[in-house]
Each structure stands twice: as C-alpha cells, then as structure tokens.
C-alpha cells in the first residue's frame, strides 16, 4: 500500500488549505484514514481520523471546528480541509492508514496503530 500526499503549500493567516492523500495498493474503504502533522523540533501530533465507513470522524482540540476531513472511496482518496489556518499550523502533515476489515465506526487518534504512511507535505502558514 502506497499514500501519497499532496496540496501543502504557503498561505497567509486566516487562508485556506486542502490535502490530499491517494492510495493505491490497496482498496481505501478497508483503511482508517489519520492525518498527523509534526512542526519542527516537536514530534508527530494527531489531527484528525475518520472511520472506513466515514461515519465517524475525530479531531485534535486544537484544529476543531476549522479542519475538516473526508473520504472519497471511490476515487481512493482521503482529504483534509483546512480553513482560518494559523502560523501554529505550520507543520509537515502526514497521511497514514489502518487496516480495518471489522468496526467500521472506529478510528485511531494514535500514530503506532497506523501501519502506512505518506512521505509528508509541507504546510506553512505565514502572519
């Protein structure tokens, strides 16, 4: 299973972002799709998870009601939208997936349960 990341970029406070992560090798409906960022000199950080069957979705108190994330099985492809953006926001983010056949309502907020990852796209949001 391959993640590639994509749609990092520069963006002024308050702008607006999507990522987005496409798997192949493997079929993304079995997958957790997590989003992780890590800003440097600080290590990994969850962001957000959603469920395989994209009922469930979590989210980190710090990007709670700004960040949004979503899944197209269809295209096999996961996103983060990412609005009113901060300069604390700025990080590498990263997507990672977790097999999961059963429970289609749950998703992990921790980066050891998540077996596959993307290379990483970077984000900086300037003041």
């Known amino acids: 299973v391959q993640l590639q990341a994509s749609g990092g970029g520069l963006v002024q406070a308050g702008g607006s972002l999507r990522l987005s992560c496409v798997v192949s090798?493997?079929?993304?409906?079995?997958?957790?799709m997590g989003w992780f960022r890590q800003a440097p000199g600080k290590e990994r950080e969850f962001v957000a998870a959603?469920?395989?069957?994209?009922?469930?979705?979590y989210y980190a108190d710090s990007v709670k009601g700004r960040f949004t994330i979503s899944r197209d099985n269809a295209k096999n492809t996961a996103y983060l939208q990412m609005n009113s953006l901060k300069p604390e926001d700025t990080a590498v983010y990263y997507c990672?997936?977790?097999?999961?056949?059963?429970?289609?309502?749950?998703?992990?907020?921790?980066?050891?349960?998540?077996?596959?990852w993307g290379q990483g796209t970077q984000v900086t949001v300037s003041s």
């Open positions: 990672a997936a977790d097999l999961r056949l059963f429970n289609a309502q749950f998703a992990s907020t921790t980066a050891t349960t998540y077996e596959h």
């Open positions: 090798g493997g079929t993304l409906p079995n997958y957790v």
């Open positions: 959603i469920s395989t069957s994209g009922e469930m979705t």
